[in-house]
Structures are given as C-alpha cells and as structure tokens.
C-alpha cells in the first residue's frame, strides 16, 4: 500500500497548460510530466510517460501511438473541456468515481428517473417509442436517440439470447432538460471487452456526446450507458469510457485504501481492453477513389481468373463482396460501407469506366453528383482520366476551400535542382533569402519525400519577435508565393499529364498510378503550407496576445484566482451534495437501528418478564385459563337454563292468555245469542200487535160496508181504505223485511250454535273466528316441543361439562407431565 | 359468516378463522387464519349439514376480483391494453394496502393467488416445519414479487418464478439446524449492517453454498456480504431483495404491509430505487410513460 497520499497524474507538458491539465488541477489532482517511483498514479494523460504501461490512460487526441492503445480506457476530445456542460459532467464523473451514475447524475435528484424492463424482443419497438416520446416532449433530438436504442437494444438482445440466463434487459433513463442519460443493463455471461461489439461502437459514439461500457464480472451485468446534450452546439464533445470492475477473490480487503478523496472509476489498473476506433470515411471523393481501388482489383480478377467471366447483366450487389473476398489485403476491406459497395457495383456495371475519360466522368456525376466532379469537369475539359482521377483523390474535404484553382507558372518536378521565382503580386515585398528560406523549412519538415526539390536544413522563424513588423508581410508574401508555385507545379503536371495520355491513347496502370501519386504529393504539399501558413498567423496572434497579457497579468492572476475559486466551489458543492447523500443515507440506517434496538428492547423486556415467571407460575396461569373456560362453560350453561325456564314461564303466560281469550270470545258469543233472542221476542211482539190492528181495521171495514148509505162516506171510506190498503202494504213490506232479517239471525244463531257445539265437541276449529286459537295452539306445541329439545341439550350440555372436567384433568396431567420434562431439560441445559 | 364452499375451494390457505358451530352452542375451530385448508374435512362437514363459519375473514370478494383482473392482464398481448390492467392493479393496490391500511397476512394470501406455484401439500410441509418460519418467508417472496411488478417486471411466468424460487430458497435456509437456531441466526443476520468474517462463518452454517451463490440473501448495500456485491453492482431487482430480506423478523402477521412501509420511507433501501417505487404507488393520474416505471 502506498503511503503517498497525493493524487497524482501523468500528463504532457503540452497538454499541461491546456484546458485539459487545468481541469485536472481544479479537480486536486497533482500534474507529474516524469514517472516518479512509488507514486500511485491514477491515469496517464495521452502519451505521456510512454514507458509506464501499468496505468490507465487516457486519450485526448488522436494522434495517439498504437503501442499505447490497448491501455486507453477512455477517449476525451477538446471540446467536451470546452463545454460548461461537458466539464461539469467530466467532473462529476471523476468526482463521484465508483458511485457515479449517469441516470441519477441527471434525474433532478431523482424527480426524473425511469425504468423499463423488456423481457421480448417483440415489445422492443413500443418501448422504444416510449423513450422517445419522453425526449420528444422534453425536446431532445430524437433521431439520434432513436438511432442509439435501436442498435444498443438489439445488440443487448442478441447477447440475452446466446447466453443461459432469462433476464430481461433492464433499461433506466433520465433527464433534467439539459441531457437525457440512458442506460442499458444486462445479464452477460461471457464479455470479451470492446470488440465484441466492434460492429456498432463506431455508432454508439458518434450518436452520442458521452458513451461508457462497464461490466462487473463478479454481478456478469454489463451496462451500457450513454448521454445526449440538449444543446446542439455540443454535438462535437465526446466522452468515451471503456471500464471494467474486476472480480474480486472472497478474502481480498473488502475496501481498498483510499490514497485520497478523489479517486476514479478507471484507476486501480483495473485490466481495460479498448480497441482504437477506427477511422470513419466520411468523404465522397475518397469513397470514390476506394470504390474505383476495388472495382479495378474485381475487373482485372474477372479478365485473369474467370473464363470466361460471369455476364454483367448477372451480377448481383452481393457478388462484390465475393469478388473482394480474393482482395490480397482483407484488412482494407474494412473501409468498405454500403455505400462505397454500391459504388463498386455501379462502376463495374459500367465496363467502359476506365477506357473513356468523359464517359467516366459522366458516369462518376451520375453515381456521385457531386459538385467537385462537375468543377474538375469545367476545368480539366480535355484532360486525361488519370488526372482526374488524381485530383478527386487529392481534394480537400471541402470544395470551397479554393485548391482548384488556375494559375500560371511551371509545375513542380521531383528531381529540380533548383527553384523557380513565381512572380506574384506582394513577392516583392519580402527579401528573397528569407522567403527561400521560410519556404524551403516548411516543405523540409512536412514532407521527407520532397528531399530533392526541398531538402535543406530546416531553420524555423526563431527570431519573430524582433521581426515582428515584417512578418505580417512575409507570410502574405509567402502564402501568395507557395499558392502559386504549387499551382505552377500542378498545372505543369496537368499539362505533362494531358500531352503523355493524348500522346499514348492506351494508359497502363503504372503510368497512372505514379501521376496519381505525384499528384496527392504536390496536394499533401499545399495542404501543409497552409495549414502551416495558419499556423504561423495563429502564433503571431498568440504572441501579440501574449505581449498584451504581460502588461495585465495581474488582471489575469485574479481572474484566473477568481475561475479556479468558482471550480474549487462547485467541487465543494459536490462534495457538499454527496455528503448530504450520504448523511441522510445514515440517518436513515440510524432510525431503523434504533427501531431494531427498541424492538429488541421491547423483546427483552418480555422475554425478562416471562422468565422472571417460575414455570409452576405459568401452569397456575394454565390452571386459571382452564378455570377460567370451566367457569365460563358453566356461565354458559346457566344461560342457557335461564333461557329454558324463561321460555317455559312465557308458554305458560302464553296457554293462560289463550284460555281467557277463548273465554271472553264464549261470553261475546252467548251475549250475542241472547240479543238476537230478544230481538226475536220483539219482533214476535210488534207481528202479534200488526196482525191485531188490521184485525181491527177488518172489523171497521166490515162495519163500514154494513153502514153503506152515503156515497160521500163511501168515498172517504174508499179513500181511507186505499190508505189503509197502502199502510197494509208498507206493513206488509216491513214484516217481509223484518222475516228476512229474523231469519238470518235465525242462521247466524245456528252457525255461531253449530260452532260453539262442535267447539265445545272438538278444539280443531269449524268456526273461523277461533282460527288464531288453533294457530296458538299448534305454536304452543312446537314451543312445547322445544322444551323438550331445551332440556335434552341441557342433559348434553351437563354431559359435556363433565367431559370438559376430565379434560381438564387430563390437561392437567400432561401440564405436570411436561413440567418434568422441562426440569430435565433444564438439567440437560445445566 | 356462514362458510360457503365455493368461496374456498381455490384457497389454498384459511381466509379466516373456520368454526363448527355446534347445536349445543359450542364452537369448534376447524381451521385457522393462515393454516392449510383441509378440503376434505369441510367438505365433509358441509355435506353432514353442519353449522361451519368464517370469523376474522379477509375481503375474498376483493381478492378474487384482483385475481380477475390479474389473469386479464396476463392474457393481454397488446402491450398498451397490458399496461392499462396494470394501471388498474397498482391503483387497486394502492387503495387497498396504503389507505385501507390492509395486512401483511391479506398481502401474502394475495401473492400467494397470483404467483405461486406450490401445491397443498408443499404449504402443509412449509408449514409443519414451522409456522413463523413460512410466514417470515411468505412475507419476503410476497413483497419481492410484487415490488418486481412495481419497477416494470411484467412477464407474470417471471413473476411467478421469482416468487417460488425465493420461497423455495428461504425455506430450504438451515436443513441441516434446528429450527430454533435457524430463527435465531437468521435474526441475527438480519440486524447486522454489515457483515464480518465471523458473521460469514453464521452464514455458512444455515446456507448450503448453491444458495449463497445464487441468492442475495446474505449481501449488503456497501458490498461486505459474502459475496462482496456493492449496490452499484445490483441490478434493481437484487436492491429490493437485499432491502425485503432486511425488514421482515418474526414479528405478528398484522405488521404493516410493504407498501405501508415504502410510502412511509421505512424500508431501508437505495434511495433511487425506493424513490422509483414510491412515485409508482403514489396517487396520480397514471400516464403510458409513470407506468413503464
């Protein structure tokens, strides 16, 4: 274990100063340039220290040797230092070191969090979906994101289903509205590193600003973890990172000394397998001159091996591949896309493309319109294809660049044993030695091949600063001079060029192929004399800009104090927050101790209580409860005696209250027999009066008849008789009435008679006026029949409290029994 | 309430507390809450015209209706319309365990419906070994399934196999001890933060080694446990275990439920995952995207 308790990390003096060493020095690390022995070093900067191979590094640019590659375990380019955003991410990634998470380091603590779990490949798509509604409602590009779930999802899938476990591919994102964070979780029984996912690593990076593979091998879970900034100015920053956390033996340390409070994720040397990435060919003119490579390797395969060769017409997209499968250098094939395959096609699909120079041409703006194509086309007019060719092959990757161009001059040769004057508008301005000698150093220095046109001792413009007031002049004059010198060059070569292949209507390859060369190399030339004529201004800008920082560089001091103050407070507002993480953490494992500890007080205390109890005690309570049981049995059976001496009490009520009822009900009956008798009587009474008046008035009758001797008498007579005779009639009528309604009381003295007869013969009713007594009566039986059912549960109740009792015997045996056994085992324990 | 045998015959174990009432006014208890059911013995009962009821009963009428809506939710192909059963299952939950406030012991038998995979006689022998055993353990693989339903887990044969195994796994703890010592180291392991060396000799002593390595149950957050996983190498479903595994003791069944005690931030537990699974049960209208986690 180390003592040297610094963090320290090796860097280049180079990149020291820059804003890559500065960030480093605002996070506490220490800045070595020389590998000191017995330090811990956390990483290595780029190519510092070449010779220390058992650190992790880091590459920041990508000039990086290839001997140093399979140290790399994570790329970060200049822009991601330039960026607020990048910064704050880098920070808190070596910041938080093994803790960080990309997901939470962007959920808004947590607010914004989501989790996905995808057991089928089938339901991808709609998750998918999901993901990305969220980023479209935040409004993140969404392409791009779409694009990188895609891949990674199914690249995830595909590991899922070739290993043995069924786990479903675990995905969480976040976003705060600055970066949306995803990251993809997978069981993985077998990792390889980097280049089992070489196919779609070149994708991952470029769709995303930050991409980090971690596999634990203790957990077989790789994470894919990946981060899209909102801010389209940002889509150049990338961050890669390539860990993983080794398996750890069960009786290693369970925590690794901490050397210091800032460690990352990458250090420990952790063993980290990274591939490069390759180059990526973006350009269309290089595309074109790769496919052209190919096409001529498949065309000259198709003439020398196969005879005779497959028809044009039959060939299929596929069958390049096939072709190319006889390539000598299959490592070149890498360069092959889609695109570049498609090119192949077309241009062996047209036979001619070689032989003719404007066929070609058409047939390169017909595959490829591209408007550098249709330039060389104006320009070149009756040039070769060769040359053609050679300046596709030689463009810069953007054609406004301005290197095609027409100039007058001679055109440069390999073996020149001496160099020309271009006569140029401000060559003047410059004395010639110096510009001979700036021109010849730069082409000395950028290209070796050049040695017989160029070669001299290489003497740099040490001296600027007392040369400043000329120099503005010089590199004027010596931009316009080399610009129009290698215009000469290239137009003499055109010119050569054109007459050879007019002269020689049948090109052989080795003619073209050298042309081609020389062409690139003069294109390679004037590339670096720009970009050292650039170079040049830019450190002359720099130097002005210095000699004015001299005068303010107390300003500078403060505001550099001022920038370093700013990032040591946000360093200390992450710690701050990771603190507060980490103390509420522990409050809450705190609370639930002192739950657990109240528990087990509580417990204790319990526990203490029924020890404190003697056993006999604790059979007494035993004895109690069966008492208790015993007691509360016989309360029970009392109830229940209760209950039957109260049901009997309410029949005998009940059988009292029916016969006073049948009673009372006898006497209404009788008192209404004796009022229909009476009525009958009077009745008799007023028929026994009626029948004797009209006797009387018979008699009248017969008097008056008798007497007949005035008619007026007779009259009245009449009249009284037809009143009689009337009255007679509503007498008669009421007697009738009266019949009727003696008669019917006659009938209900019978029935009410004929009732109480067979009343008083049989209970069962004939009457319905004593229906409600039979009702009672058969209640009164069923209740009496549940007496009898009472009283035999009594005897059964009274059975079972004696078995209750001999259980309780029983118990009370086995209590004692158990005792014994307890003292033996106590013994035992003893 | 009057036992009715169709409300049971899917059980597994009692709803309640099942008694004969006899017609001398005496009860007798056939079957406790939690216990087995003997099937054949009610049946019997029934057939003779006994007196059988239910006290103390759990809501059946509401655990069937989930079960409905759980067996819908499993046959749904669509992943939308799944997601809506889903919807409908969270909020049921909600209501029922965090407001109503429902137990433990309605939360196991529920769990128990849904996803295991155990038969009558595999209870009866869990049980046998002992009761408070099999309720601890009951109790975790309830609290684990269901809490893999909340973070997003839908797959119901994943859910299924992740309830059996556990129990399978938590059941099958100290073979070779006596229940007793069983109970009391597991105790013991519970209330330890972190583990020591002296603490891994307890742990092999109830653990076969299959178990330990196929299992979380002897691992903690700052990865001291015997297989030294720190939380940052554990996926979510191994934090909730780790977490589960934690907060249940042999304390009574009517302990709070789970849930209960997620809303109320008592289940000691990575904060992220604890917060992804309280903004789950938290009452809100429930979106395409809330679901999904």
Known sequence: MSTDLKKKILITAELASSPVGVFFQDLGFELDYKYVEGSEYHFVIDSACPEVKNVPRLQMSESLS?????????????????????????????????????????????????????????????????????????????????SYLNTALNFSFKKVESSSSTMPVDVSYSHNGEAFAVQISLLCDEWKGIPEMESCIDEFTSLTNYFDITYFHKTNRLTLSALVFKNPALKSAKANFFTEVVRRSADAEIRRPVASDIYSGLVFNEPVRYQALRQVITDPASKLVIARKFAHFIKDYRQRIEDPPIPLGKLLIDDVINYLAHYPKQEELQEIDSEVKHFIFKLLMNDRFSNDVDDFVQVVMDSYPHGVVREIQKIMGDKGLEDIESIIAGQPLKAEDGFITRVRGNSGENSRPDFQRVSGSDATAMSDNDLWELRKSQLNMKDHTHDHAHAHSTQSATSEESRSENERWKIQDLNNALTAEAALEKEKLEAEFSQKILSQQKSSDLVKEKLESQMDRIKKIMYQLKKEI?????????????????????????????????????????????????????????????????????????????????????????????????????????????????????????????????????????????????????????????????????????????????????????????????????????????????????????????????????????????KSAEVLSKQLEQASARMAEATAEVIEKRREIVKVKQENSMMSAKITELEKKLANLDKKVA | MKLDFKHIKDEILSPGNIFWKKNNGTDVLISKKGDVLNHELIQKFIKADYNLVLEDAMDLSFHDSMFSLYVRYSEELFMRDKIKWREEIIENLRVEFIDKKKSQFEFNHLAWKFFSQFNNSDAAAFIEKDKELFSRNVSIASSYAFCAFLLGYYETSFLSNLFTSTLKNLMELGSSVQVLTLKEKIEYLRMQESFNSEDFKCVEEIASPAIIKSTMLFERYDGSGIRQINSREMNDLEIIFVAINRNFGFECEDSANIFSEIQNGNLVCVSRTLKMLQKILYKEPLTVITVTG
């Open chain 1, 66 to 146: 290839a001997e140093l590659h399979p140290l790399v375990c994570g790329r970060i380019n200049k822009e991601m230092f330039d960026s607020e955003q990048g910064r704050a991410l880098l920070s808190s990634y070596f910041h938080d070191a093994l803790e960080f998470d990309l997901v939470d380091r962007y959920s808004k603590e947590m607010s914004n969090i989501y989790s996905i779990k995808i057991h089928e490949y089938l339901n991808l798509g709609y998750f998918i979906d999901s993901i990305v509604i969220e980023a479209y409602k935040a409004k993140f590009d969404i392409s791009a994101l779409r």
């Open chain 1, 534 to 770: 650039l170079k040049l201004q830019a450190e002359k800008i720099a130097r002005e800009e210095a000699d004015r920082n001299k005068k303010n560089t107390d300003a500078q001091d403060v505001l550099r104090m001022k920038s370093s103050m700013e990032r040591s407070l946000e360093t200390i507002k992450n710690k701050d927050y990771a603190i507060e993480k980490m103390k509420k953490d522990f409050e809450q494992f705190i609370k639930s101790k002192d739950q657990r500890i109240e528990m087990l007080e509580q417990r204790i205390s319990s526990m203490k209580n029924d020890q404190s109890h003697p056993r006999e005690a604790s059979n007494d309570d035993k004895m109690e409860k069966l008492e208790h049981e015993n007691k509360s049995l016989q309360f029970k059976l009392e109830l229940a005696n209760k209950k039957v001496n109260i049901v009997t009490e309410k029949m005998g009520q009940r059988e009292i209250d029916m016969n006073a009822k049948r009673e009372r009900e006898i006497e209404t009956l009788k008192g209404n027999l004796k009022l229909a008798q009476s009525i009958i009587e009077e009745m008799k009474i007023e028929k026994a009066k009626l029948e004797s008046r009209a006797n009387e008035d018979r008699e009248l009758l017969k008097k008056s008849k008798e007497e007949t001797v005035i008619k007026k008498a007779d009259d009245e007579k009449d009249g009284i008789i037809q009143v009689l005779t009337s009255e007679r009639k509503g007498l008669e009528e009421k007697f009738r009435a009266q019949a009727i309604e003696l008669k019917k009381a006659e009938q209900k003295l019978k029935y009410t008679l004929s009732q109480l007869e067979s009343s008083n013969k049989k209970k069962p009713a004939v009457n319905p006026n004593l």
